[in-house]
C-alpha cells in the first residue's frame, strides 16, 4: 500500500510538470500565432525544428546512457560521468562551428540564419536540462525533478506575456529567439553546480547497495561514444520521422505551409508527454534495473502498460476528431483553420505512438538498444523518401499523412523484435 501510495504520488508530481511545462508551451505557441502571423510564426518554428536537430546532437544520448550504466553498474556508474561531461563539451563545441559555417553558405532570405545562431544558447540549456533531470531520475527525486523540467517553458511563458501584453512591445520571431537564448544561458549556469556534485560522486542513488559495488577501470571518452551512440541516434531517427516534416515543408511548401503543420504538431507532441512520463520519466530507470535483476516484473509491467496505453490513445483519438474544428480556430485564430484537417490525420496515429511507446521502451533495455536503432533507422528513411513523394503535392497534408503511416511502420517493427529478443523466453511459454 504505501509503495502504490509512493508511485502514485511520483506519477502525479511527473504528469502537473510536465502539463505545465506542456501547457507553458502550448501558451507559447499560441501567442506567437496570434502576434506575429502564420509566415514569421513559420520561420520560428521551422528554424527551432533545425536546431532541435543539432541539440540532438549534443552530447548524443549521454542522459539515457546515464540512466543505463547506473541502472546495470549501481554506484559503479560513477565512472562515466567524467567522460561523459568531456564527450558533451566537444560535441558542443562542433555543432556551434557547424552552425555557423551553415549560416554563412544559406542565403539569407528571412530570419532563420539570425534564429540558428542566437539559439545555439537554447541547446546549450537544453542539453543541461536534460543531464541535470536523468541524475534526479537516478535519485528518483521527482518533485525537484517536475520543477526543474517545467522552470524553462514556465519562465519563456512569463517573459512572453509580459513582453506582448504588459509592456506591450512589438517582438518578431528574432526577439523570440532572444528570449529563449536567455533562458538557456540561466540553466546553463544552473546545471553546473549539479554536473560538480556528480564529478565529487555526491549522487543519491537509488536501489543499489553502494557497499556491494566493485571499483573498474575508468572509461576513455571514446567507450563513452560506444555505449552512447545507440541512444543518440535513436534520438535523432526519431526526430527524423516525426519533426524534420515541418523542416521539408518549409522548404517545399513555404513558411506559411509549415505554421500550418506546427499548430498540428504542437498539439499532438503535447498528447505524447502521457506515455513519455509513464515510461520515459518514471518506469525507465526501473526497466533497466528489472532487465538485469526481475525479468518478470519487466513482462507484467509490458503487458499492462500496452493494454493502457491502447486504450488512453483511443479517447484522445476520439476526442480529437470530434472536437479539432471547434478549439484549432478558437485558441490560434480563424487564420489557423487550414491546420484542423492536418491535425486529424495526425491523431489516427495516437493510439499507435502510445503503443510504440510501451513497446519500444522494453527495447532499450540490456543490449536490445542497437536494435532499436536499426528499427528507427528504417522507419527514418522510409518517412523521407515519402515525404519527399508527397509533400511537392499534397503540402502538409501529405507530411501528416506520411507521419501516420511511419508510426505504423515502427508499431510493428517493435512489436514483433521485442517478442523475438525482449521476451522470447516468457512468450514461448
Given at each position: 500500500m504505501i509503495k502504490s501510495k509512493k508511485t502514485f504520488k511520483s506519477l502525479t508530481l511527473l504528469s502537473l510538470g510536465s502539463l505545465v511545462s506542456s501547457g507553458s508551451a502550448f501558451l507559447i505557441y499560441i501567442i506567437l500565432a496570434r502576434q506575429i502571423g502564420p509566415e514569421s510564426f513559420g520561420v520560428f518554428s521551422s528554424s527551432m525544428a533545425i536546431i532541435k536537430t543539432f541539440l540532438l546532437l549534443a552530447g548524443f544520448g549521454i542522459p539515457q546512457f546515464w540512466l543505463k550504466a547506473f541502472g546495470k553498474e549501481g554506484w559503479n556508474g560513477i565512472r562515466w560521468v567524467k567522460p561523459s561531461l568531456y564527450f558533451v563539451f566537444f560535441s558542443l563545441m562542433l555543432i556551434v562551428i557547424t552552425i555557423f559555417l551553415f549560416t554563412v553558405f544559406v542565403p539569407k532570405v528571412d530570419a532563420t540564419n539570425f534564429l540558428l545562431q542566437i539559439l545555439i544558447f537554447f541547446i546549450f540549456g537544453n542539453i543541461s536540462v536534460q543531464l541535470v533531470s536523468s541524475k534526479l531520475q537516478l535519485e528518483e527525486r521527482y518533485e525537484v525533478l517536475a520543477l526543474w523540467q517545467l522552470a524553462?517553458?514556465?519562465?519563456?511563458?512569463?517573459?512572453?506575456?509580459?513582453?506582448?501584453?504588459?509592456?506591450?512591445?512589438?517582438?518578431?520571431?528574432k526577439g523570440i529567439g532572444i528570449i529563449y537564448a536567455i533562458i538557456g544561458v540561466i540553466f546553463v549556469m544552473l546545471g553546473i553546480k549539479q554536473f560538480i556534485l556528480m564529478l565529487r560522486g555526491q549522487i543519491s542513488l537509488k536501489g543499489h547497495d553502494k557497499h556491494g559495488s566493485k571499483v573498474r577501470n575508468l572509461p576513455t571518452i571514446s567507450d563513452v561514444v560506444k555505449e552512447a551512440w545507440p541512444f543518440g541516434a535513436a534520438n535523432l531517427f526519431a526526430f527524423i520521422y516525426m519533426q524534420s516534416d515541418i523542416i521539408m515543408v518549409k522548404y517545399i511548401s513555404g513558411n506559411q505551409a509549415a505554421g500550418f503543420y506546427n499548430i498540428s504538431f504542437v498539439i499532438f507532441s503535447a498528447l505524447l508527454l502521457i506515455p513519455t512520463i509513464l515510461f520515459s520519466k518514471y518506469l525507465l530507470p526501473k526497466y533497466h534495473r528489472w532487465a538485469s535483476h526481475d525479468k518478470t516484473k519487466l513482462y507484467n509491467t509490458y503487458k499492462k502498460g500496452n493494454l493502457t496505453m491502447i486504450l488512453i490513445g483511443s479517447i484522445c483519438m476520439i476526442l480529437i476528431l470530434m472536437l479539432a474544428s471547434y478549439f484549432i480556430p478558437l485558441i490560434f485564430g480563424e487564420e489557423y483553420i487550414?491546420?484542423?484537417?492536418?491535425?486529424?490525420?495526425?491523431?489516427?496515429?495516437?493510439?499507435?505512438?502510445?503503443?510504440?511507446?510501451?513497446?519500444?521502451?522494453?527495447?532499450?533495455?540490456?543490449?536490445?538498444?542497437?536494435?532499436?536503432?536499426?528499427?528507427?533507422?528504417?522507419?527514418?528513411?522510409?518517412?523521407?523518401?515519402?515525404?519527399?513523394?508527397?509533400?511537392?503535392?499534397?503540402?502538409?497534408?501529405?507530411?501528416?499523412?506520411?507521419?501516420?503511416?511511419?508510426?505504423?511502420?515502427?508499431?510493428?517493427?517493435?512489436?514483433?523484435?521485442?517478442?523475438?529478443?525482449?521476451?522470447?523466453?516468457?512468450?514461448?511459454?
Open positions: 524553462p517553458n514556465l519562465l519563456r511563458l512569463v517573459i512572453v506575456i509580459l513582453c506582448f501584453y504588459v509592456l506591450n512591445f512589438s517582438i518578431n520571431e487550414p491546420a484542423v484537417n492536418i491535425f486529424k490525420i495526425l491523431s489516427l496515429s495516437l493510439p499507435i505512438s502510445f503503443l510504440s511507446y510501451s513497446v519500444g521502451a522494453t527495447l532499450v533495455t540490456n543490449e536490445h538498444m542497437k536494435m532499436k536503432v536499426k528499427l528507427m533507422f528504417v522507419v527514418a528513411v522510409f518517412n523521407i523518401i515519402f515525404n519527399l513523394l508527397v509533400i511537392p503535392e499534397y503540402g502538409a497534408m501529405g507530411a501528416a499523412i506520411s507521419t501516420v503511416i511511419s508510426n505504423v511502420l515502427l508499431l510493428i517493427l517493435y512489436f514483433y523484435n521485442a517478442q523475438k529478443l525482449v521476451f522470447k523466453k516468457a512468450y514461448n511459454e
